[in-house]
């Protein structure tokens, strides 16, 4: 009898670890996305306009994760691109409801990759001319909008590993371009196994530019994610899918001072070489390994998704004009008082007369924020950024400098210091691209420069304006705090 009893607790006892393992669900996917080079020009994004790519070197993919957690169902998609803006987003979101209407929400961000297809139009053969294909661009949204849908489909019950690192290669392996020099090192990943120990996806959380095969190279390439992704897919991790974090200021794998020596030659592997962007990408797989290996198994019960769309201002002129002259084709509209507005005036510009411009006070962006929860706890979070956020706007260490342009601003709040778990996860880049998000404090676009520099940082001009990161910052705040 006593037998009997201890094997019907033992059989309870399963029963209801079972069921709570059976809480949280997961499904992956992924598709190629490569453009089709030899049907017409394509126009590569990043470093300047009128690079043509001519070949490919390995294929852009989007990878999607789907999580569901109780009645909700997260997706999860990274693609590799430059970004998407927010307008492309809400499509793709539309198609996936068609498709999985069992959907909460689906988040969109762009690993930011320079070897890929100009997706915003800002590097056509001028300037003024948009490099977008709408053809293209109209599969794109179709196929990750698919890949998406496929992931919630294939959902079996899941086993969530989270883990995070701070080893010092992380922070090596990122050069900052300006000060006040602060990094953002930190990896963080999520495993998803099947009850039996499959793999079903890896996700990973770290940040830097893409950008290391410079702007030279005409061939199509994922850069470094793509070696991340294929060392922790030929590992056992299954499905890889890489978010790219706080990449402002300017975070990227370039300069002398990312020094990986290749163990096949003994020297220093150089900048604008396959062989750097591999290294890079296969270090970052092996600390994901390491990562894992102290990594705790969670058994979230429930997920609290929530979502502000907001109006930030707009300020740059350069994006105001490529408005007006369609390089975005229809995307990215102004808006007034939360109402678009499709004005068009004339302005004088120093050096190129009197051009159209958009006259909208602001942009539309969102963001978001998901909370992970067992047993009452918040054991791992997401917070989305629509663009490229300066380290010290999440870490913390903003600074004031002689030349700001506004020397007394207040600090935006730093984001990790708010949120309330182990495992932070930054998505940048997530659901729109509105360029560098600077700390008003440090924004200086006219002379003289911070710190008496002869030249002017690098940023400004690739940013909506100084109060986007006040905008997101505390939108953030407010969502996390549940506001």
Same mark, same amino acid.
């Given at each position: ?50 690079? @043509? ?5 390995? +294929?852009?993919? @989007? ?30 979101? =539309? ?46 949204? !179709? ?32 050069? +900052? ?6 990094? +953002? ?25 893409? =950008? ?13 994610? #793509? ?39 003994? !020297? ?56 007006? &002259? ?39 962006? !969102? ?13 791992? !979070? ?5 663009? =490229? ?35 932070? &996860? ?47 910052? #505390? ?9």
């Amino acid at each position: 009898m006593k037998k009997r009893l201890i094997g019907i607790l033992l059989f309870l006892l399963w029963s209801a670890t079972s069921a709570m393992g059976a809480d949280l669900r997961a499904g992956a996917a992924k598709a190629a996305i490569t453009p089709d080079v030899k049907a017409g020009s394509v126009y590569m994004a990043g470093f300047g306009n009128n690079r @043509v790519a001519t070949g490919v070197h390995d +294929d852009l993919y @989007v990878r999607c994760l789907a999580l569901g957690v109780g009645q909700q169902t997260l997706a999860m998609c990274s693609v590799d691109l430059i970004g998407l803006f927010y307008d492309d987003v809400l499509k793709i979101r =539309e198609k996936v409801k068609a498709q999985a209407p069992e959907l909460a929400h689906l988040i969109v961000a762009s690993t930011h990759v320079h070897e890929g297809p100009d997706t915003m139009g800002l590097w056509g053969p001028t300037p003024f001319q948009s490099g977008m294909d709408e053809h293209y661009m109209d599969w794109l949204d !179709e196929r990750i909008a698919t890949t998406a849908a496929q992931a919630i489909h294939a959902m079996q019950n899941a086993r969530l590993t989270l883990a995070r690192d701070d080893h010092p290669l992380l922070a090596l392996l990122q050069s +900052d371009g300006r000060p006040p020099y602060v990094k +953002d090192p930190y990896l963080f990943v999520m495993r998803l196994d099947a009850p039996g120990g499959a793999p079903i996806a890896t996700l990973i959380n770290w940040s830097d530019h893409p =950008e290391t095969l410079g702007g030279k190279n005409t061939e199509i390439t994922a850069d470094y994610p #793509h070696w991340l992704c294929q060392y922790v897919e030929d590992h056992g991790g299954g499905t890889a899918v890489f978010f790219n974090g706080s990449i402002g200021g300017l975070l990227s794998t370039l300069g002398n001072d990312v020094a990986l020596q290749d163990p096949e030659t003994g !020297e220093v592997a150089r900048d604008d070489t396959w062989r750097k962007a591999e290294l890079v990408g296969n270090a970052l797989g092996m600390l994901v390994e390491r990562a894992l290996k102290s990594g705790e198994v969670v058994e979230p019960d429930s997920v609290v998704i929530r979502k502000a769309v907001v109006y930030p201002p707009m300020h740059n002129d350069h994006f105001r004009v490529g408005g007006a &002259f369609g390089i975005y084709k229809g995307r990215k509209s102004l808006f007034t008082d939360d109402k678009p507005v499709a004005t068009i005036a004339e302005k004088e510009f120093p050096g190129y007369g009197k051009l159209k411009y958009a006259t909208g006070q602001d942009v539309q962006t !969102e963001l978001d924020y998901v909370a992970f929860r067992s047993q009452g706890k918040i054991v791992a !979070e997401i917070a989305t950024v629509p663009g =490229e956020i300066y380290p010290e706007l999440v870490n913390g260490g903003v600074t004031r400098f002689p030349g700001a342009d506004f020397p007394d601003a207040p600090f935006e709040p730093a984001i990790r210091e708010h949120l309330k778990s182990r495992y932070q &996860f930054i998505f940048g880049l997530a659901n729109d691209e509105l360029g560098y998000i600077i700390p008003k404090a440090e924004w200086d676009d006219q002379p003289p420069w911070l710190l008496n520099r002869k030249n002017r940082w690098y940023g400004e001009i690739n940013s909506a304006g100084p109060d986007i990161a006040g905008a997101v910052t #505390h939108g953030l705040v407010n969502l996390i705090e549940g506001k």
